[in-house]
């Protein structure tokens, strides 16, 4: 096990904001993470767990010990007619996992296909697209405390699941580390395709029954050309929620903009797409110097070169007070700010 100084964070980032950490090293298992845990001179550093870091927009350098968790390893660990669990070690790359599925017809999680990050990040905003989410198939998860070491496994019911929210991002938050990921995926999949596009492009194809292969990959085709690629343009996927609003404050915007689109909520709210009220503020496209808003999905802010953190959160800062201005509703960042 290996501390770097002072070590930048440009590659570690899909944003590619050029920061640096005190400390950084790389975890393979949970020996190494106890091992670390247990040095007396880490005992009160700051510590912050990496997985991916596709959904981490950094403004400054980290003054604290940066653990980057690769732990690796997909295995299913128990298995009936019906079910399979899978266990995933949290380094792994939650789309690499996504793929083990489909290849072995094991639904549950295909339509979160190309998703970027690890499986250890999944459970912390319980990810989500086209009408699926992580706790649908979550089963549960082992981690480690970092102020004790102590080892703990969390149930579905304790992590606390909602809309991109759980414990791990909030109580938890910089307190855990996930090691350990079990999904129960299904061996007769049953399909989710009613979200829009995928319902149209599945017609195409002109079949009865649908696979969860045919699933993935129209969803893969969607995301490669509406999201742009990481590797290519610096960006950490949607940087807003989706905001829920009362039903009597949609009323009165859908007076004055019929074609508001929503999504109904279980609990009484509406669900309304931030990528729409930040295009209707005329952001879509738009470009100021090194940063910008994607031009195929308003709710994507991207870092055209050499960006920094500072850059990007002026930009979210003035969509945040047109939205305001425009629809009286208030953005919440999706991404986490350091
Ligand atoms: N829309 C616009 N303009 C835009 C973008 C969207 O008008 O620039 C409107 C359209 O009416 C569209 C609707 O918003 O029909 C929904 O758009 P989309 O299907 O692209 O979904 P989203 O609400 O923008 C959410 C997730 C995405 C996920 C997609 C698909 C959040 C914050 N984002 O986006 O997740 O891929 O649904 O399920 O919930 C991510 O978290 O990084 C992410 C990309």
């Not at 399979?84 to 290849?103: M, Q, R």
């Not at 989500?128 to 480690?144: C, R, V």
């Not at 989710?192 to 492009?201: L, Q, T």
């Not at 610096?234 to 940087?239: I, K, R, T, V, Y």
Request: proline residues 4%; hydrophobic residues 40%; aromatic residues 8%.
């Amino acid at each position: 096990m290996k501390i770097e100084k002072n070590k930048s964070l440009k590659n570690n980032n899909t944003f590619g904001i050029d920061v640096r950490a005190r400390e950084y090293v790389e975890i393979y298992d949970e020996e190494d993470l106890k091992q670390l845990l247990s040095l007396s001179e880490l005992k009160d550093e700051p510590k912050l767990v990496l997985g991916g870091g596709s959904n981490i927009l950094f403004t400054q350098d980290y003054n604290g010990i940066v653990i980057k968790n690769s732990i690796p390893g997909i295995k299913i660990i128990f298995e009936n007619e019906k079910h399979c669990l899978v266990k995933t070690g949290a380094g792994v790359i939650w789309n690499d996992l996504v793929l083990f599925a489909v290849e072995k017809n094991l639904g549950g999680i295909e339509n979160l296909i190309a998703i970027p990050g690890t499986v250890g990040a999944a459970p912390v905003q319980n990810i989500g697209a086209y009408g699926e989410e992580l706790q649908n198939t979550f089963h549960s998860l082992k981690g480690i405390f970092l102020d004790s070491g102590k080892e703990i496994v969390f149930e579905k019911e304790e992590c606390k699941f909602g809309y991109r929210e759980s414990i791990f991002k909030n109580e938890l938050k910089e307190k855990f580390i996930i090691t350990y990921v079990i999904l129960e995926l299904y061996k007769n999949p049953q399909p989710v395709f009613n979200y829009g596009p995928i319902k149209n492009e599945l017609d195409k194809l002109n079949k009865e029954i649908f696979s969860i292969k045919d699933i993935s990959d129209i969803i893969a085709k969607i995301r490669n050309e509406k999201l742009p690629d990481p590797t290519a343009i610096g960006n950490a996927g949607s940087f807003f929620q989706n905001p829920e609003i009362d039903k009597e404050q949609f009323l009165e915007l859908k007076k004055e903009h019929p074609e508001i689109p929503c999504f109904t909520t279980p609990h009484d709210k509406v669900k309304i797409p931030a990528g729409w009220l930040i295009e209707k503020c005329g952001w879509k496209g738009k470009r100021i110097q090194n940063v910008g808003v994607h031009e195929e999905q308003a709710l994507v802010l991207v870092n055209y070169g050499n960006a920094t953190g500072a850059n990007i959160l002026s930009l979210a800062q003035e969509i945040k007070i047109s939205v305001i201005k425009t629809f009286g509703i208030e953005l919440t960042e999706e991404v986490n700010i350091y």
